[in-house]
């Protein structure tokens, strides 16, 4: 099977996600600035949330570059991924709902450490299914951010409990480490061109 399935059906899902979480922020009642306040917290959940989908949208589309067939292995992979994603809308609007209460907070965290565990399950069949040469196990020699943000997730989950306003900056670290675009994949294949 070709990638192109798995890509449009992919970006499909998270546009929808994307959508859903939009429609789930409520006009507030009133004309003036004040009347923003009270949804403070669920337009920055709304925002990190974006943020999120917007990387994985970014990440899995170059991370596709890299096959030239796509297994059955890969399409359960995806879906897993894309599981673990339809799940952010839900969690973005309850601990957004809730003003960063600990549990919504944990479990948004859960939530973001799944998906991560279900990207790298897709990367590592991606890069089985390619072989000894593989393209992306080129592109993705000394990850340091795949391997710190589980890690960062992992102490972020219980500081939620103890401190929801820290968990929260340590969500944004993974943000920010993965906001940039990575450019491995685009280089491994630029020099296979070559």
Do not use: C
Not at 1 to 8: H, I, P, T, V
Not at 16 to 28: A, D, H, Q, R, Y
Not at 106 to 114: F, Q, S
């Amino acid at each position: 099977m070709g990638k192109s399935r798995l890509e449009a059906f992919s970006d499909g899902v998270i546009a929808i996600l994307i959508t859903i979480m939009v429609l789930e922020l409520k006009v507030p009642n009133g004309e003036h600035l004040e009347a923003l306040a009270p949804m403070i917290p669920v337009l920055l959940s709304y925002v990190l949330s974006f943020l999120y989908l917007g990387i994985y949208w970014n990440n899995h589309h170059h991370m596709l570059h890299t096959v030239r067939r796509v297994t059955g292995p890969m399409l359960w992979a995806n879906l897993h991924l894309l599981f673990w994603l339809s799940l952010i809308p839900f969690t973005t609007s309850w601990m957004g709902t809730n003003h960063f209460a600990s549990l919504p907070t944990a479990l948004y965290g859960v939530t973001l450490l799944m998906a991560g565990s279900a990207y790298f399950i897709l990367q590592q069949l991606i890069i089985a299914s390619q072989g000894p040469d593989s393209l992306l196990k080129r592109a993705v020699r000394g990850d340091w951010q795949g391997k710190s943000s589980p890690l960062i997730y992992l102490a972020a989950i219980p500081l939620a409990f103890w401190s929801p306003r820290a968990a929260q900056l340590l969500y944004v670290l993974v943000a920010m480490i993965w906001l940039v675009p990575d450019r491995r994949i685009e280089r491994v294949l630029a020099d296979g061109e070559r």
